[in-house]
């Protein structure tokens, strides 16, 4: 990894963790609040890319567990994990990786319309995952319970998910982190196969 990638993942780390200095609003009918670190996780893998963003957020987790106070109503430690919101903290993780890799595979074409699409699919619909059935289980809801107390969170998160998309598109044009993979000049040059 170059430098600048390790700056990049520093960096996104950094970022969730002052995500988290905003205060949750918390809900009467569900022991998750409502926060803005999952913005952070959609920010990392719209605009660093699969690899850097799981990366960030796995950088980010570990300093969680050691115990640094980042999460959203300055929470930290190694409690938090199996508590009704470890779920969704595990799922910024495979959440981060996910939009970085259909962000890759769509750099070319990405449009804030794609872009929102793809955040939806891996920010919210990967956390929520990962975060409903951990809630079930830690705070003894069925998954339905657990599903119907989280639909709260969707129209935050889709909110989130316009932003991080609108971001990742005025990034691409005026300042790309992220470099899609272009095909390399062999399979370029190379003439069409006859049939």
């Known amino acids: ?30 022991p998750v609040p409502i926060t803005a670190q999952t913005l952070g996780v959609m920010l990392a893998g719209s605009t660093l890319g699969a690899r850097k963003a799981a990366l960030a957020v796995l950088l980010f987790q570990v300093l969680v567990a050691a115990g640094l106070p980042l999460l959203a109503g300055g929470h930290g430690g190694l409690a938090v994990f199996p508590g009704p919101t470890g779920g969704f903290l595990v799922g910024f993780l495979p959440g981060a990786f996910l939009v970085g890799w259909l962000t890759e595979r769509a750099w070319h074409r990405l449009s804030v319309p794609l872009a929102f ?74 003439p069409p196969s006859s049939t």
């Not at 700056?7 to 200095?21: D, E, K, M, Q, S």
């Not at 129209?155 to 609108?166: F, I, L, M, T």
């Open 117 to 190: 699409a793809i955040n939806v699919v891996g920010g919210v619909g990967a956390v929520y995952a990962v975060g409903i059935p951990w809630l079930a289980v830690s705070a003894k809801l069925t998954l339905a319970q657990a599903a119907l107390g989280s639909l709260a969170f969707v129209p935050g998160d889709c909110v989130k998910a316009a932003v991080a998309a609108s971001v990742a598109v005025t990034l691409k044009r005026a300042w790309p982190l992220l470099q899609a993979p272009r095909p390399s000049a062999a399979t370029a040059s190379a």
């Open 1 to 30: 990894m170059k430098t600048r990638d390790l700056v990049h993942v520093a960096l996104f780390a950094a970022i969730l963790a002052a995500l988290g200095l905003l205060p949750p609003l918390t809900l009467p009918f569900i």
